[in-house]
C-alpha cells in the first residue's frame, strides 16, 4: 500500500516510518510537511492511507482533508490529533476523517490499523 504522512513536525512523521518499517513490509511511505507539499505528494503518488495531523498551520488539515476526500474518496485518512473532544473529532468526521486517533495515547496502535486496513483493501 501507498501511505502518505503529513504532519508539520520532522518527527512525526520519521517516527511513523519507524514504526511502519520495523513491523511491516511492502509499504510505500511518502512525507509531507505542510499542506502545499501534502497536495502535491497526494497528486503524485495516489496513497491509498493518508495519516493527517491535526494541527497543520492555518486550520490546513481540515482543507487538505476535504481536498483528498473530492479527488478520491476511497483514500483512508487518519486523523492524528492532540486535542480529543468530541467537537474536534466531529469536525474531522464531518470533513471525511476514516479514523480519528490521539496522537500520544493511541500512537503505537497505527501499524496494526495499517494492517487491518490492508486486508481490507486486499480482500
Given amino acids: ?5 503529513v504532519d508539520s513536525s ?3 512523521p520519521d517516527r511513523i516510518v519507524s514504526l511502519l518499517t520495523e513491523t ?4 510505500t511511505l511518502f512525507k509531507a510537511l505542510s499542506y502545499k507539499e501534502a497536495i502535491t505528494r497526494f497528486q503524485e503518488t495516489g496513497p491509498d492511507i493518508v495519516i ?14 476535504r481536498e483528498i476526500k473530492s479527488v ?7 486523523v492524528l ?8 473529532e466531529e ?8 479514523i480519528f486517533l490521539d496522537k500520544y495515547n493511541d500512537f503505537e496502535k497505527i501499524p496494526s490499523i495499517i494492517d487491518s486496513i490492508g486486508l481490507e483493501i486486499n480482500a
Fill in 1 to 5: 500500500m501507498k501511505i502518505l504522512i
Fill in 10 to 12: 520532522v518527527w512525526i
Fill in 24 to 27: 511491516q513490509r511492502g509499504n
Fill in 52 to 65: 493527517l495531523d491535526k494541527s497543520l498551520p492555518d486550520n490546513g488539515s481540515i482543507a487538505l482533508l
Fill in 72 to 78: 478520491n474518496g476511497n483514500t483512508i485518512v487518519i
Fill in 81 to 88: 490529533s492532540l486535542r480529543i473532544d468530541p467537537n474536534t
Fill in 91 to 98: 469536525q474531522c468526521r464531518l470533513a471525511g476523517a476514516d
